[in-house]
Structure formats: C-alpha cells, structure tokens
C-alpha cells in the first residue's frame, strides 16, 4: 500500500544520509574544517533533525500505527521483503529500481558505488 510505498523510501534516504554523516565524522572531516569548525554545528544540526525526520516520519504519520493488527501486518511485510527467500525480495527490488540505467543514480553520487 501506500504506507509500505513511503516507509522504504524514507528508511533508505535516512539511512543512506545517516551512513554518509558517520563517515564524514569518521574520517575527520569536522576536524579539517579549520576556522569554519563553528558553523558546522549548525549544518550538523539540521543534518540531525532531517535524518531523525526521515527515520521515524514513516511511524509518526502511519495511519494504523495504534492498532494492532496493521501494524503486524506491516512488521511481517517488512522482514519477509529483507528475509523470506534468502533475501530475494529485497534484491530483485534492487536490481530493477537502483541498478537500472536511468534510475536518477549520477556517478557523483556516492550510493553509485
């Protein structure tokens, strides 16, 4: 349905944002910013608020998230789209959206890679 269209979405752009925040801390590039250190702050703040919003809006704006059975329903939807089947769900989904040719993908994009 539409929330399970949505929901991955917002997981793998939040996910991915928060990937590249932990190895730009990583490797050090808050260090190497010299005077500009301070004003970092602030980018790494909204960088915070956009992956939390990213990670838990898919939760806060789910219609059926205080009833019982949507919700299993859509936790068991979810770990057989990653599990079932050794994962297959999950990478034909891969391989026919992301790895496609035309699929927004750029080569400076880092998930290209």
Request: neutral net charge.
């Amino acid at each position: 349905g539409l929330y399970l269209d949505y929901a991955f979405i917002a997981y793998y752009d939040g996910a991915t944002l928060l990937g590249g925040t932990v190895i730009i801390a990583i490797v050090g590039g808050v260090s190497g910013a010299g005077a500009s250190q301070a004003q970092l702050v602030w980018i790494f703040v909204s960088l915070v608020l956009t992956i939390v919003s990213w990670l838990f809006a898919p939760f806060i704006f789910n219609p059926y998230q205080f009833k019982g059975r949507p919700f299993c329903s859509d936790l068991r939807a979810s770990a057989a789209f990653f599990l079932e089947d050794g994962g297959r769900h999950w990478s034909e989904w891969y391989e026919r959206t992301q790895l496609k040719r035309g699929s927004g993908r750029a080569i400076i994009d880092i998930a290209f890679f």
